[in-house]
């Protein structure tokens, strides 16, 4: 039964908002994990999180519902993106009835107290993640404390993200309960996988030679890549090229240009083989980056140098161990970048003259190593926290086929 606070709540809301009638997607088979963000760091965050547990326990789908502005993801299989619906009995039923989440990720805050009530009625486990203050002061509750209490008694377990977080979650109604800290989730991706068979093979072919990695290279890209290249070939004579193409058509461009230009070249999927000579392997298809990124010490990722290619993800080369050089123009990607470069693990150019400055740099190994280290630390950052929530989840999908 509502309390009185919660069907005031319900009755405020019904008045002041329009009722939900876009039609959602239909339901995928199987466990699907809810989510809610609010911005893009919890919604990647919450992909990676299910991708693992996709490793793990077999297929299982994911809804990312927000408030505000939809996150910037890339399109995923089994991944939905939705607006939270509006918080009124009503439209919350029709959701839950829809989706049947067998649980819910809540982050941050920004609480819908219907939405949330009509979850415990359909008896979905929620849990709030890094809970912060800001988000939690809602002006709601200043008028009906009581709704606070009874809305975080929804919630399965409390974590906050800081001490402020914590303070705010006690204050609402949480001193009963038991609150955690806890870390933001990790914000990474899974490495592409390598055959180590052929990583091997390649590495004894390349016999200890210098090498770096242009990847994701559009058209308008490859002049200023060859050119950082003949640039720092001149000082590092034995130094090779791994020159992927952003698409095929790229790379047939490529093959006349190169050629054009007089390079020694290994066309891999000609079967080629690296020789002593070799100054640039040309891959043709992206297929293979996981291999190329532990290949290389370092690599500059394309699409970036000139506008409205986008940009590719930097993630990717990280959890490889590869340091980042990147272009001015990343489109979606710019809060990864940024991230990475803020502690030393990315660097930015502009044009193939300060390519060439940070290729020649970036051959000390030292120097490489220092970058890679710091974009592998900082995607790792959350482990922890991501490890203990995926076990959580385990418990509640074990309980659920155990029951049915």
């Known amino acids: 039964m509502s309390s009185l606070s919660l069907t005031a709540y319900k009755a405020l809301a019904k008045s002041m908002t329009i009722p939900q009638s876009d039609p959602y997607p239909e339901r995928p088979a199987g466990p699907l994990i809810w989510g809610v963000v609010h911005d893009e760091a919890s919604a990647r965050a919450l992909v990676y999180l299910v991708e693992r547990l996709r490793q793990m326990r077999g297929p299982c789908s994911l809804l990312i519902t927000y408030v505000g502005k939809m996150p910037r993801?890339?399109?995923?299989?089994?991944?939905?993106?939705?607006?939270?619906?509006?918080?009124?009995?009503?439209?919350?039923?029709?959701?839950?009835?829809?989706?049947?989440?067998?649980?819910?990720?809540?982050?941050?805050?920004?609480?819908?107290?219907?939405?949330?009530?009509?979850?415990?009625?359909?008896?979905?486990?929620?849990?709030?993640?890094?809970?912060?203050?800001?988000?939690?002061?809602?002006?709601?509750?200043?008028?009906?404390?009581?709704?606070?209490?009874?809305?975080?008694?929804?919630?399965?377990?409390?974590?906050?993200?800081?001490?402020?977080?914590?303070?705010?979650?006690?204050?609402?109604?949480?001193?009963?309960?038991?609150?955690?800290m806890q870390d933001l989730l990790q914000d990474a991706v899974l490495p592409p996988?390598?055959?180590?068979?052929?990583?091997?093979?390649?590495?004894?072919?390349?016999?200890?030679?210098?090498?770096?990695?242009?990847?994701?290279?559009?058209?308008?890209?490859?002049?200023?890549?060859?050119?950082?290249?003949?640039?720092?070939?001149?000082?590092?004579?034995?130094?090779?090229?791994?020159?992927?193409?952003?698409?095929?058509?790229?790379?047939?461009?490529?093959?006349?240009?190169?050629?054009?230009?007089?390079?020694?070249?290994?066309?891999?999927?000609?079967?080629?083989?690296?020789?002593?000579?070799?100054?640039?392997?040309?891959v043709e298809e992206p297929e293979e980056m996981g291999l190329w990124y532990r290949i290389a010490p370092f690599c500059f990722l394309g699409s970036s140098l000139k506008p409205l290619h986008g940009g590719c993800d930097p993630y990717v080369p990280a959890t490889l161990g590869s340091a980042i050089i990147y272009g001015p123009n990343v489109g979606r990607h710019t809060s990864s970048y940024s991230r990475l470069a803020s502690v030393g693990g990315a660097r930015i150019v502009n044009d193939a003259d300060s390519l060439a400055q940070a290729i020649e740099q970036?051959?000390?190994?030292?120097?490489?190593?220092?970058?890679?280290?710091?974009?592998?630390?900082?995607?790792?950052?959350?482990?922890?926290?991501?490890?203990?929530?995926?076990?959580d989840i385990h418990d509640h999908l074990d309980a659920l086929e155990s029951a049915s």
């Open 193 to 282: 996988t390598v055959n180590e068979s052929v990583f091997e093979s390649v590495s004894t072919d390349l016999n200890g030679r210098p090498v770096w990695l242009a990847a994701h290279i559009q058209e308008d890209e490859l002049k200023a890549v060859l050119r950082a290249h003949r640039a720092t070939s001149k000082l590092t004579h034995r130094l090779a090229l791994v020159l992927v193409a952003a698409s095929f058509p790229v790379s047939v461009e490529a093959r006349a240009l190169l050629k054009s230009q007089g390079w020694r070249v290994c066309h891999w999927e000609d079967g080629d083989l690296i020789e002593e000579n070799t100054q640039v392997i040309l």
């Open 362 to 391: 970036l051959l000390a190994a030292d120097q490489s190593a220092l970058m890679a280290h710091a974009a592998w630390a900082t995607i790792s950052e959350g482990a922890e926290a991501t490890d203990s929530v995926i076990d």
């Open 73 to 180: 993801l890339t399109s995923k299989k089994g991944v939905f993106c939705h607006s939270l619906p509006v918080d009124t009995t009503e439209t919350s039923k029709w959701f839950l009835e829809h989706w049947r989440p067998a649980l819910c990720l809540w982050f941050g805050g920004e609480l819908r107290p219907a939405l949330i009530a009509e979850a415990k009625a359909f008896e979905i486990p929620m849990s709030l993640l890094s809970a912060q203050a800001d988000l939690l002061d809602q002006s709601i509750w200043r008028w009906l404390p009581s709704l606070a209490r009874e809305t975080l008694g929804a919630f399965l377990s409390l974590s906050a993200r800081d001490a402020n977080g914590y303070k705010a979650l006690r204050k609402m109604g949480g001193a009963r309960r038991k609150v955690s």
